[in-house]
T-cell receptor, first 115, second 115 residues
């Protein structure tokens, strides 16, 4: 089955700096890669996702890049703000015409924004 | 609130007892997923439904676990003869395929503690 590795487990950055979280996956059939943000005691919320037919996707301060050959993808957050502090999870899945299979998640990155 | 809802939000039980959780997906969402999340880890996929059909089950879903979605709307997850290792947050997610794409929207979870 799919295996997703995520690094680092904890990331501390100064407010205003950029943060990068990296993930690798094992199953070359995976073609859908979402990123979720989970604040303490709350549900995971999708922040951005990418399909394997594109190499990069951006949404304001957040971007995701995908390297299919190397089987890794990364989350980039620029101009970090205190409200970005949370646990971030990457995930991988196979998406068919009819929908996606269950997601395989990484172990998460605790992002701490230092004021 | 028109999001995914789960009931109960918290459950404390004694080892050996049976427990049942309920998930109500976003209205009209045809796919429903169950995940389990332990402290400090990412969610782990358990099973998912397309309408009332259970399409995939993870090997994590032992014989003590059973899930149903009899009318293609809400779903229940039952754990029989609970063990301390079942203590976790049980998350439900739903999606609308194919028109809604692959985005899975998560509920707030049911936190289970087995004593």
């Amino acid at each position: 089955g799919e295996n997703v590795e995520q690094h680092p487990s904890t990331l501390s950055v100064q407010e205003g700096d950029s943060a990068v979280i990296k993930c690798t996956y094992s199953d070359s059939a995976s073609n859908y890669f979402p990123w979720y943000k989970q604040e303490l005691g709350k549900r995971p919320q999708l922040i951005i996702d990418i399909r394997s037919n594109v190499g990069e996707k951006k949404d304001q301060r957040i971007a995701v890049t995908l390297n299919k050959t190397a089987k890794h993808f990364s989350l980039h957050i620029t101009e970090t703000q205190p409200e970005d502090s949370a646990v971030y999870f990457c995930a991988a899945s196979i998406f068919y015409v009819g929908g996606a299979d269950g997601l395989t998640f990484g172990k998460g990155t605790h992002l701490i924004i230092q004021p | 609130d028109t999001g995914v809802s789960q009931d109960p939000r918290h459950k404390i039980t004694k080892r050996g007892q049976n427990v049942t959780f309920r998930c109500d997906p976003i209205s009209e969402h045809n796919r429903l997923y169950w995940y389990r999340q332990t402290l400090g880890q990412g969610p782990e996929f358990l099973t998912y439904f397309q309408n009332e059909a259970q399409l995939e089950k993870s090997r994590l879903l032992s014989d003590r676990f059973s899930a149903e979605r009899p009318k293609g709307s809400f779903s229940t997850l039952e754990i029989q003869r609970t063990e301390q290792g079942d203590s976790a947050m049980y998350l439900c997610a739903s999606s609308l395929t194919p028109t809604g794409g692959e985005t899975q929207y998560f509920g707030p979870g049911t936190r289970l503690l087995v004593l």
